[in-house]
């Protein structure tokens, strides 16, 4: 069983920078790929990245290459989403996500556990 919460969501104009973190609790967590994901009002769940158990493998999103970063911290049970360059276009909710295999993948359905999401809105 792995819990998770987000932080580090707000408002930041466009240009900007934010860093989202996700603190997982759970014995799982380092044998554990992680995703982030992302859903704006009226659109479906969007994968914008992903890292897998030792964070040797990452995988990201056409539309956030580039300007996202993904990092996680196996002793501190925490994944990291750096945003810069945000667009207005990047605001959504932004969701961390963990599923038991180790490699990552952008498949959200694939994912067993969710965190209850943070709000990114980038203004114009």
């Known amino acids: 069983q792995v819990q998770l919460v987000e932080s580090g969501g707000g408002l930041v104009q466009a240009g900007g920078s934010l860093r989202l973190s996700c603190a997982a609790s759970?014995?799982?967590?380092?044998?554990?790929?992680m995703g982030w994901f992302r859903q704006a009002p009226g659109k479906e769940r969007q994968f914008v990245s992903a890292i897998s158990d030792n964070g040797g493998s990452t995988s990201y999103a056409d539309s956030v290459k580039g300007r996202f970063s993904i990092s996680r911290d196996n002793a501190k049970n925490t994944v990291a989403l750096q945003m810069n360059s945000l667009k207005p276009e990047d605001t959504a909710v932004y969701y961390c996500?963990?599923?038991?295999?180790?490699?990552?993948?952008?498949?959200?359905?694939?994912?067993?556990?969710w965190g209850q999401g943070t709000q990114v809105t980038v203004s114009s």
């Open positions: 759970g014995r799982t967590f380092s044998s554990s790929a």
């Open positions: 996500a963990a599923r038991a295999p180790y490699y990552p993948t952008r498949d959200p359905g694939a994912y067993d556990y």
